[in-house]
């Protein structure tokens, strides 16, 4: 896997360098590291090119409402056929026809049609 930033490929070649036993642990964190990764995933992640990384990734945090938006967009189909049924398409054209009687005039003031049963 490669590195995804300039300072993970620097931490990745300390711990790579730890590993082959070139230098002892310089901080806990890459010890650490060092101990739960095998030497061949710290060797790939150590041998990125620096050319066209950030010097740092900028995590983006998620806020309760991104993950409401989130979850209100992959639901909504389902939920507007729970609310409405398979119907629901048929009701809105039933909305839209003529009643018996009613009869639809443009009104030049309002700028629309207007029933007159409305």
Do not use: I, W
Not at 29 to 34: D, K, P, R
């Amino acid at each position: 896997m490669p590195a995804v930033s300039k300072a993970q490929q620097r931490f990745m070649g300390m711990v790579h360098a730890v590993k082959k036993g070139d230098m002892a642990a310089p901080s806990p964190e890459v010890a650490q590291a060092a101990a739960s990764m095998k030497k061949k995933d710290a060797k790939d992640f150590a041998s990125t090119k620096h050319k066209g990384l950030p010097e740092k990734k900028v995590a983006k945090e998620e806020t309760k409402y991104d993950r409401y938006d989130k979850e209100k967009k992959e639901f909504a189909k389902s939920d507007k056929r729970m609310k409405f049924g398979k119907f629901y398409a048929q009701a809105k054209d039933a909305r839209d026809r003529l009643r018996p009687g009613e009869v639809k005039r443009y009104d030049k003031k309002l700028g629309k049609y207007v029933s007159n049963k409305g």
